[in-house]
């Protein structure tokens, strides 16, 4: 689409096809979203963002990027699933605890220093007894799990930060879970931040967040 798509209702079921928004191309959107895969040219500079306005059947749960910097141009290419990942198994969550979606993200010759991303998710996407305050962002490459930094989150969505999409495999999937609260190990607080935000937290000093709450 070599000029603006408009998106006003319903949705754009692709199947195995792809909507792809080229360097001249823009969405316009009051209400509606792509069902299935949606491609967008990342520009060069610094602090580019890019909304893929995706989701499934009713549901709009967007996927938000912002590129700390692209020094070469290329395509990113998302998609949402009403789903647990199929490898939430070893993903270390407890699968009676997540947001019941992934979004999955790939990239086409982009060269860029790092980026953000923040998938956002309807309320009927989680488990029961799900508590949001406790999202954090998990990524899947193919192989293994990581846990990035976690930035803002909030009722709706959760924002993973300072992410790279490898160039093999190309292709990451998020998925939003609660935290696991540590058992052992001594807690000791990031140097600034809010108590109550699990993110700020590591189980030795000067280790890796644990995410997890003391009590």
Avoid at 74 to 93: L, Q, R
Avoid at 181 to 190: E, M, V
């Amino acid at each position: 689409i070599n000029s603006t798509l408009t998106l006003t209702a319903g949705s754009i079921i692709t199947g195995v096809n792809t909507v792809i928004i080229p360097a001249s191309g823009t969405v316009a959107r009051t209400s509606g979203f792509v069902h299935g895969f949606l491609t967008k040219n990342v520009a060069t500079g610094s602090n580019v963002s890019r909304t893929f306005e995706i989701g499934t059947a009713t549901e709009y749960t967007p996927l938000d990027i912002l590129f700390a910097s692209v020094s070469v141009t290329g395509n990113f290419t998302a998609s949402s699933t009403a789903s647990d990942h199929p490898s939430i198994g070893i993903s270390g969550f407890n699968a009676s605890l997540t947001v019941n979606r992934y979004w999955t993200l790939t990239n086409a010759t982009t060269v860029y220093t790092t980026y953000s991303a923040t998938p956002t998710f309807v309320n009927g996407d989680t488990d029961p007894g799900y508590n949001t305050n406790n999202s954090i962002v998990r990524t899947y490459n193919g192989s293994t799990w990581s846990t990035p930094n976690l930035g803002t989150v909030t009722s709706n969505s959760a924002q993973a930060l300072f992410l790279n999409t490898p160039v093999t495999p190309n292709t990451i999937y998020l998925q939003i879970g609660e935290s696991t609260p540590s058992t052992t190990g001594r807690l000791y607080s990031i140097a600034t931040g809010n108590w109550s935000t699990p993110g700020n937290w590591s189980e030795t000093s000067g280790g890796p967040n644990c995410f997890c709450v003391p009590t």
